[in-house]
């Protein structure tokens, strides 16, 4: 019996049903044989999830080599998503030498198309002087680019730029509003200042009673100056 080749586009979404589980029973192995039929004909998209499956050993067996092949494929076509991952890889050292120029050029590429991750990791670039001279205004705008899509870490970033008035004047306030953003997100450093900024009146007035939900918080959440703080009082 004679049968049509399936369509690139058709064998990625086939693989994607597989990956997430969408009307069909997740199965991450299905999932790869799908990408890697879609991958092997150029499409971007699928050759970043194979990259991804190969990056964290998910229906295949790891191979960091593979996924940082499979990674340069998608972002040499320009997918965001390939760009900040194999950016990660440089900036790491992973399966490459460590190269902060060449992270630095592929967040870029990934920021620009919006991607928050990329813009998060460029702000650190700027603001460590890593890849690329030090520059903290530029720290700044990229870490507000990435914060106002509510990335926890960039927001994080942003209440600690305003509380030492790095590359922006000194804001207490705008410090406050940015770590309680993070704080709300589950970022445990955020709720960790948080709670010293209610103790303290920082940005806001002085609660000790809201400071030590905050601090309680990052306790649980495995933060250790705040689990310090409590084994002190015991």
Not at 71 to 88: D, F, I, R, V
Not at 90 to 108: H, P
Request: proline share 0%; charged share 25%.
């Amino acid at each position: 019996v004679q049968t049509c080749a399936l369509p690139i586009s058709a064998q990625y979404f086939i693989g994607e049903m597989y990956y997430f589980g969408k009307e069909v029973t997740q199965d991450n192995k299905v999932a790869f044989k799908w990408f890697e039929k879609s991958a092997n004909q150029g499409d971007a998209t699928a050759q970043y999830f194979i990259g991804l499956m190969y990056y964290l050993g998910r229906g295949v067996t790891q191979d960091y080599k593979e996924a940082f092949k499979w990674y340069e494929k998608s972002a040499n076509q320009g997918n965001a998503k390939a760009l900040l991952y194999l950016a990660e890889m440089y900036r790491l050292g992973i399966e490459t030498n460590q190269d902060f120029n060449k992270a630095f050029k592929l967040y870029v590429g990934s920021a620009n198309q919006g991607n928050a991750d990329a813009q998060k990791y460029l702000g650190f670039l700027y603001e460590d002087g890593s890849g690329v001279t030090q520059d903290y205004k530029k720290a700044f705008e990229w870490y507000n680019k990435s914060a106002e899509q509510e990335n926890a870490d960039a927001q994080y970033s942003l209440g600690r730029i305003y509380a030492i008035g790095q590359g922006v004047t000194q804001d207490y306030k705008k410090a406050f509003e940015w770590y309680k953003k993070s704080a709300e997100q589950g970022n445990i450093d955020a709720q960790f200042t948080l709670g010293m900024m209610y103790h303290r009146g920082d940005g806001t007035a002085q609660n000790d009673e809201i400071a030590e939900i905050w601090l309680k918080k990052a306790a649980g959440n495995g933060h250790k100056d705040a689990i310090s703080l409590f084994e002190d009082d015991q």
